[in-house]
């Protein structure tokens, strides 16, 4: 369905680029359209090129809002935080205490640090801070 309204939104873009090309300037800067016998030079041609651009301009916008419809259709709400494992049980904790520490819920933040496993440390067993080469 969505790719009918596509081809039609196209063919009715196209026709209307075509249409607008073919209209007189009214100030005649482009310097086309000019003496009697000019391309499409009578006024009758004009209201129908004029009416023609304003019928393709009713069923592009008419497509256009067919479209964006048509793409809400498919759109869900989904939630960025998802419990993607089993969800533990809560520890019941006083009001306004902060949550402990060692919580392996399976929220985002445990999903980003990797399971929520604490960084191994250094393997040069020096407590993690940069060491300073001595002088002797």
């Known amino acids: 369905m969505q790719t009918v309204v596509i081809v039609i939104h196209l063919m009715i873009v196209l026709a209307m680029i075509g249409a607008v090309l073919l209209q007189k300037s009214e100030g005649g800067g482009l310097g086309m359209g000019g003496g009697g016998g000019g391309f499409l030079s009578s006024r009758g041609t004009a209201n129908v090129l004029t009416r023609t651009t304003a019928i393709l301009a009713l069923g592009f916008f008419l497509t256009s809002l067919v479209l964006s419809i048509l793409a809400g259709l498919d759109r869900k709400p989904r939630s960025i935080i998802s419990n993607t494992g089993p969800a533990a049980p809560a520890a019941p904790t006083a009001p306004g205490a902060p ?31 940069p060491q300073v080469p001595r002088s002797q």
């Open 99 to 129: 949550p402990p520490l060692n919580q392996s819920g399976g929220g985002l933040l445990d999903t980003l640090r990797g399971g929520g496993q604490a960084p191994a440390p250094p393997a040069d067993g020096g407590g993690g801070a």
